[in-house]
């Protein structure tokens, strides 16, 4: 059986974390963190704004460059389709000014409870304060990640879902760029 790393738990991570365990795949979500989602807390001043509900084209619009490279994810995983994840959990929505979409009670821990409950269904193992060091690959592919303690965790996919370098205070510094 493959066994998937996911390392980063922010909203990409679980929803890559979740979306892997869905398919069967032993999964793993490392987040160096000690919860999930810290950057989702502070999105939308803290009331979590989900997505927007234009229109795929709409939102391709106000790509600045190489929109081509959004298109597929887009219309792979939609803005309708995090709403409907969302409304699955238990997470109503509701659009407000500028077609930005927020959870009914405006608590983004309400959205990371969801997102959590998501990766719970889905088997995901979860591992947090794990900050991975490095991926491990031999000529043959990926055989793990070194952990920053030092221990290795055997794996033969691996997902980086790190972020950028946004909002350091939160976790996004960079480490998946190094």
Same mark, same amino acid.
């Given at each position: 059986?493959?066994?998937?790393?996911?390392?980063?738990?922010?909203?990409?991570?679980?929803?890559?974390?979740?979306?892997?365990?869905?398919?069967? /795949? /032993?999964?793993?979500?490392?987040?160096?963190?000690?919860?999930?989602?810290? /950057?989702?807390?502070?999105?939308?001043?803290?009331?979590?704004?989900?997505?927007?509900?234009?229109?795929?084209?709409?939102?391709?619009?106000?790509?600045?460059?190489?929109?081509?490279?959004?298109?597929?994810?887009?219309?792979?995983?939609?803005?309708?389709?995090?709403?409907?994840?969302?409304?699955?959990?238990?997470?109503?929505?509701?659009?407000?000014?500028?077609?930005?979409?927020?959870?009914?009670?405006?608590?983004?821990?309400?959205?990371?409870?969801?997102?959590?409950?998501?990766?719970?269904?889905?088997?995901?193992?979860?591992?947090?304060?794990?900050?991975?060091?490095?991926?491990?690959?031999?000529?043959?592919?990926?055989?793990?990640?070194?952990?920053?303690?030092?221990?290795?965790?055997?794996?033969?996919?691996?997902?980086?879902?790190?972020?950028?370098?946004?909002?350091?205070?939160?976790?996004?510094?960079?480490?998946?760029?190094?």
């Amino acid at each position: 059986m493959d066994t998937v790393i996911v390392i980063g738990g922010g909203a990409a991570g679980i929803l890559a974390a979740g979306a892997a365990g869905s398919r069967g /795949k /032993k999964v793993i979500l490392l987040e160096k963190n000690n919860k999930l989602g810290k /950057k989702i807390f502070i999105t939308g001043k803290g009331r979590c704004n989900l997505t927007n509900d234009g229109s795929i084209e709409e939102l391709l619009d106000h790509v600045v460059s190489n929109r081509n490279f959004l298109y597929s994810a887009f219309y792979s995983f939609s803005n309708t389709d995090i709403r409907e994840l969302m409304h699955q959990f238990g997470v109503e929505t509701k659009v407000e000014r500028g077609n930005r979409v927020f959870p009914i009670s405006d608590k983004s821990s309400d959205v990371i409870k969801a997102l959590t409950n998501y990766i719970n269904d889905n088997n995901v193992d979860l591992r947090l304060e794990k900050e991975v060091k490095d991926i491990i690959a031999t000529n043959e592919g990926i055989v793990g990640v070194k952990l920053k303690d030092g221990s290795i965790i055997e794996c033969n996919k691996v997902i980086v879902a790190t972020g950028g370098m946004s909002y350091p205070t939160t976790g996004s510094t960079g480490d998946g760029y190094r």
